[in-house]
């Protein structure tokens, strides 16, 4: 049992509802599989299932534990900041692909 530490700059959706109820009522909630280190009260760059980057979000909560089916998991709980502009978006996209992502045309 451990936890993995999440890039202090990434909070990725894996979930399309998660994402919609973030943008669409300013606070929101994500489930990450495992035990994993989210930077609570830290400033965020929040990216879509796609890896599209989407917004400025704030973490308040980061909660790890085993559910009732026996399973890890992180709950983190967020506000959101703001929409990036596009201009915001393309850059931020760029540049996660580039540190994080990897290139999507290599294999």
Do not use: H
Not at 34 to 53: E, S
Not at 75 to 103: P, S
């Amino acid at each position: 049992m451990g936890f993995q530490t999440e890039f202090n700059s990434v909070c990725k959706f894996k979930s399309e509802q998660e994402l919609y109820e973030l943008l669409e009522y300013g606070r929101g909630k994500m489930v990450k599989s495992g035990f994993r280190v989210f930077p609570t009260g830290q400033k965020v760059i929040a990216y879509t299932p796609d890896n599209q980057a989407i917004a400025i979000v704030k973490i308040v909560a980061s909660i790890a534990e085993i559910n009732f089916q026996g399973e890890e998991v992180t709950e983190v709980e967020m506000e959101l900041i703001r929409k990036l502009n596009d201009e915001e978006a393309r850059v931020q996209t760029a540049l996660a692909y580039e540190m994080f992502f990897g290139d999507p045309g290599k294999k």
